[in-house]
């Protein structure tokens, strides 16, 4: 069964950080895009970030740029995603995704784009 599951999340206090996991079962990460998008109650959904195959290309939502930064363990089948100086606006359900096309000059944003998807992991960043 092809998976990803996401792990990491949890309570923090403005200013804090996180790592998220993403972590393939039967899905081989490093041959594939992954994306990260999150999303809040009441709220759409927002892409996160993209990381791309060889290379590594990343990409990032200008509302994260410079806070968050991905990487990829290929020995473990999984991608980070490092959250720092955490907001309460960061405050959302992750998930994971495999992309079915490039981490370009954006990060992909429609669901079309991505065909395996994680279960999520919440994240509260509040005092």
């Known amino acids: 069964q092809l998976q990803l599951v996401e792990s990491g999340g949890g309570l923090v206090q403005p200013g804090g950080s996180l790592r998220l996991s993403c972590t393939g079962s039967?899905?081989?990460?490093?041959?594939?895009?992954v994306g990260w998008f999150r999303q809040a109650p009441g709220k759409e959904r927002e892409a996160v970030s993209c990381l791309g195959t060889s290379g590594g290309r990343t990409n990032f939502a200008d509302s994260v740029k410079g806070r968050f930064t991905l990487s990829r363990d290929n020995a473990k089948n999984t991608v980070y995603l490092q959250m720092d100086m955490l907001k309460p606006d960061d405050t959302a359900g992750y998930y994971c995704?495999?992309?079915?096309?490039?981490?370009?000059?954006?990060?992909?944003?429609?669901?079309?784009?991505?065909?395996?998807w994680g279960q999520g992991t919440q994240v509260t960043v509040t005092s």
């Open positions: 039967g899905v081989l990460l490093d041959r594939h895009v």
């Open positions: 995704a495999r992309g079915s096309t490039f981490c370009g000059a954006s990060v992909p944003k429609r669901k079309i784009q991505y065909d395996i």
